[in-house]
């Protein structure tokens, strides 16, 4: 519960901005890491189910969450409002068609998609580079996540549980984050703005990703020199 208590202060703090979307994230990564570190499954079912039930009632009780959640299912029912950014966005990714109308040519980004340049900058990818680009920035996305688990997997064969969890945790909030924001681009979640990591354009959003893959990489650099330490030991033994 220790782990869970500072989720939520961080959660709440969030809240207050308010910044609902970076609060499920964060909520969503530390239950993640908290199931992987092997709490009881009905202690992990019930803390999922109050986190959800509050997640529900912040939405239902918050009119402009509620919109979002809503308008997402149908936004050309009013494309000039509440609808506008997500078919705009729309629209883009479907001028892509299969190999895109080329890198910087995108239209969209012209004014007609707002924050095409951080929160729907998928989208633009989408129209500039197409299906094929689309599924090469996807496949980078798990070629990340995936290194990342392994990892973890191997802080866990060594029994360093730090960097292992620390592992786990940076997958799956770029797993997370990656998915959430292509999801709202494509029109599958509801509009959320949260920055694709690496993609987006903004300052503190690169820092704080660059700084997130340098523990990543010295947790993998702490294993190898731990691993060829190991194997130098057993050669003089």
Partial sequence: MIPVAI???????LLLQPDFGAAV????VGLGMIFLAG???WRFGMLAALCAGAAWLLIVGSPYRWQRLTAFLNPW???FNTGFQLTQSLIAIGRGEWFGVGLGSSVQKLFYLPEAHTDFVFAVLAEELGLVGVVCVIALYSFVVWRAFCIGTAGLRMGRLFAAYLAY???IWL???AFINMGVNMGLLPTKGLTLP???YGGSSLI?????FALLLRADYELRVAKVAARATGEEA
């Fill in 25 to 28: 994230v964060l909520m969503s």
């Fill in 7 to 13: 989720l939520a202060l961080a959660c709440v703090l």
């Fill in 198 to 200: 690496l993609l987006s």
């Fill in 175 to 177: 797993a997370l984050q």
């Fill in 208 to 212: 704080m990703t660059l700084i997130t």
């Fill in 39 to 41: 709490v009881p499954v």
């Fill in 77 to 79: 029912a009013d494309p």
């Fill in 169 to 171: 945790g940076v997958a």
